[in-house]
């Protein structure tokens, strides 16, 4: 990795205090999202309100940091002005980019804040050059956050056909590999992912435990999952669950809990043309977010002295103690 290669750190933060976090452990920028529907990671206990996102403004810039504001789910039909509405308090508070999915508001922002950036968040599932451009021509984007479905070639592809930034993951949720389409949650418990910035409720959340002491997790009134004694029992989502099926029983129907972790394909990714590095868990922990920021600041500054870093505590940080580097390397993976 050349020197003036070094990409930017992009970290999540949930609340001030994990944005705190990640800029002292060393983030380029911080994402975040206000309180409510409008971000695709609508918690209760999670979010920013308007004053405390107007603070943590402040200090990102006071420490040399960024700040971008993620506007990233779907507004339905009658609740538009919520979405209009985050994006004005976004502007007159002074992030430096606005994350957006839905093409509406894209559209909004581009006419009205002209001179504001727009970075097109994951969830729009741009995943081509055509797709890339059109919204490039059409609502200046700057920058493209790039679906965990393509590899290292195809980046690189896709980057040499397009006239804007790219971001990419390199750590956290893997994801039902299709951005932005997520049904699941909705068909179990009436709220969306994509349109209510909720994935899997934690008031539909409960666990059952039998007289072996064996635990059933479930969402709603389906059974996710039956864990062992002693096993760890993840937050149950139904994408992560183990399902019986004729074939089969007890099986990840859909996807096997597990973290990604690019940091070998880091000097691959750069060379690719990503410029941003980008990593998941707006619902972590502070400990969490230390941990990783640091880990991660310290493996992009070792590549582009030529040095090979360190990156062995990371595993104690994934889902299930496991990782992957996804499609990234091949399609073949599941």
């Known amino acids: 990795m050349d020197k003036e290669q070094k990409p930017e750190l992009i970290c999540p933060a949930g609340t001030p205090a994990s944005l705190r976090t990640a800029v002292d452990g060393g983030a380029d920028a911080i994402y975040c999202g206000f309180v409510g529907p409008t971000n695709a990671r609508n918690f209760p206990g999670l979010n920013f309100s308007l004053d405390e996102m107007a603070k943590s403004v402040l ?20 609740r538009t002005d919520i979405w209009k509405k985050a994006i004005d308090d976004a502007i007159s508070i002074g992030v430096d980019a606005v994350i957006i999915a839905d093409i509406g508001m894209a559209d909004y922002m581009s006419k009205k804040h002209t001179n504001a950036r727009i970075h097109l968040s994951v969830q729009a599932g741009a995943s081509s050059a055509e797709s890339i451009n059109f919204y490039c021509e059409r609502f200046d984007i700057k920058r493209v956050v790039l679906p965990r479905i393509l590899t290292v070639a195809e980046i ?3 980057h040499d056909a397009i006239d804007c930034e790219i971001e990419a993951f390199i750590f956290g949720n893997i994801g039902m590999m299709a951005e932005g389409r997520c049904s699941l949650t ?6 969306s992912t994509n349109m209510d910035g909720v994935c899997s409720p934690a008031n539909f959340v409960h666990y059952e435990e039998d007289e072996n002491r064996n635990l059933t997790t479930r969402l709603g009134e389906f059974a996710i999952d039956c864990i062992g004694c002693g096993q760890n029992a993840g937050y149950p989502t139904i994408c992560k669950g183990r399902y019986n099926a004729t074939h089969r029983k007890g099986y990840y129907a859909f996807e096997e809990p597990i973290s990604l972790n ?15 590095l980008k990593i998941e868990g707006r619902q972590r922990s502070k400990a ?5 920021v640091s880990s991660f600041r ?15 505590d990371l595993l104690a940080l994934t889902e299930g103690h496991k990782q992957t580097e996804g499609a990234f390397l091949s399609k073949k993976w599941r």
């Open 156 to 158: 690189k592809k896709v």
């Open 186 to 191: 909705n068909y179990v418990t009436g709220l």
């Open 298 to 312: 310290s493996a992009i500054d070792a590549f582009a002295k030529g040095e090979t870093p360190d990156i062995s």
């Open 288 to 292: 969490y977010i230390k941990s990783v």
């Open 59 to 78: 200090y990102a810039h006071d420490r040399g940091a960024k700040l971008l504001c993620a506007i990233n789910s779907f507004p339905t039909a009658g």
């Open 262 to 276: 690019l940091t070998h394909l880091l000097p691959d990714l750069i060379d690719a043309g990503v410029t941003a």
